[in-house]
């Protein structure tokens, strides 16, 4: 009987041993979504709005989950997540996206990869289906960084990429909102009515690599071919390993200017800033330029951080521990 704790620790031992062996061998990862930043507000949203982008935030978080769950490329997980999105007419990606002035839907999309800092990106896509699977494509299949415009397209079709009709992006909302600007007097820029909604998602995976990929239609009433921060690469997309990976939303032309997400990269390279620092004293230096908007950011050591300058900003992050968080507002935590 005095034998008996000895022979229950022996046999628990080799399980206790075994379950510890299976925590250890589980990825370690973090993903981080956003949805567009901009005038985000409780008493501006309606329910079955706010239903649809969590729900859209969700299904996207699901899809990267899925696959660094499974030990994927935070690569492969960030184009996963963006698709979800560039489906959803929520957002201001793909399906769903604003109209240019020409009452057409111009996408732009970058993708990056923080082992090797390869990168693609397409601007002014019309018939892509998916703006960042051509952007992979880019990356992968051409010796290029960046295509534009029909050639774009083009490129996109001979890699097999799915083909659609422009009107297949359009949805009322969006011609609505065009017509209200048309409608509007001052036609200034970045008016709280051209309501953002550029989506993007950066990854740190179980090997401890990043990547970060933006996808966007830009904004309402675009024209003469206008292109955003989102397919720059390193003013609204840049990922390095030796850094972090960061995607943005807000009002391109200052983020690019400002060089945000490269800027951010930098600061936490050199400068051994947090992710939280670079992130909020980037968008701070962007604000001062006149640029509202935020990024979401991840690292190697898969550590994240969101900073945005803007009411609110629709937003979503996941982990290997467990956590998954959905957010929409400044006071959300
Ligand atoms: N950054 C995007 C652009 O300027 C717009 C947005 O994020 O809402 O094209």
């Known amino acids: 009987m005095r034998l008996l704790p000895f022979v229950i620790a022996a046999l628990l031992t080799p399980l206790a041993a075994q379950a510890q062996n299976q925590a250890a061998q589980k990825p370690r990862w973090t993903l981080v979504i956003h949805g567009g930043a901009g005038t985000i507000e409780r008493d501006r949203i309606t329910p079955e709005q706010e ?34 999105l560039e489906d959803d007419p929520h957002f201001n990606a793909g399906r769903g996206a604003v109209f240019t002035w020409d009452g057409r839907n111009e996408l732009d999309a970058a993708i990056m990869d923080g082992r090797t800092r390869a990168a693609g990106a397409v601007a002014g896509v019309t018939t892509t289906r998916h703006p960042v699977a051509a952007a992979r494509a880019v990356m992968e299949k051409s010796q290029h960084v960046m295509l534009s415009g029909a050639g774009a397209d083009e490129f996109a079709r001979s890699q097999g990429l799915e083909q659609v009709p422009n009107s297949w992006f359009a949805t009322p909302t969006r011609r609505e909102q065009l017509d209200k600007l048309k409608a509007s007097e001052k036609l200034g820029w970045y ?71 490269h800027e951010i990269c930098a600061r936490v390279r050199f400068k051994d800033d947090s992710l939280k620092a670079a992130a909020d004293t980037v968008m701070a ?49």
Request: with cysteine; glycine share 18%; charged share 20%.
């Open 285 to 333: 230096e962007t604000l001062a330029l006149g640029g509202a908007g935020g990024v979401i950011v991840t690292g190697p050591s898969g550590e994240m951080a969101w900073s945005f300058n803007t009411p609110g900003m629709y937003r979503g992050r996941a982990s290997s521990n467990g956590e998954r968080i959905v957010a929409f507002y400044g006071d959300d935590k």
């Open 191 to 261: 008016d709280v009515d051209r309501k953002y909604g550029t989506v993007g998602a950066v990854a740190m995976d179980a090997n401890g690599h990043v990547a970060a990929a933006t996808s966007t239609g830009g904004l309402t009433g675009k024209r003469w071919g206008r292109i955003g921060d989102a397919p720059i690469i390193g003013a609204g997309t840049y990922a390095d390993d030796r850094a972090c990976a960061v995607s943005a939303t807000g009002a391109g032309e200052y983020f690019i200017r400002e060089g945000v997400a």
């Open 51 to 84: 239903a649809g982008v969590r729900a859209g935030l969700e299904a996207a978080l699901a899809a990267g989950s899925k696959v660094l769950d499974a030990g994927g490329d935070a690569l492969d997980a960030v184009q996963a997540a963006v698709q979800v």
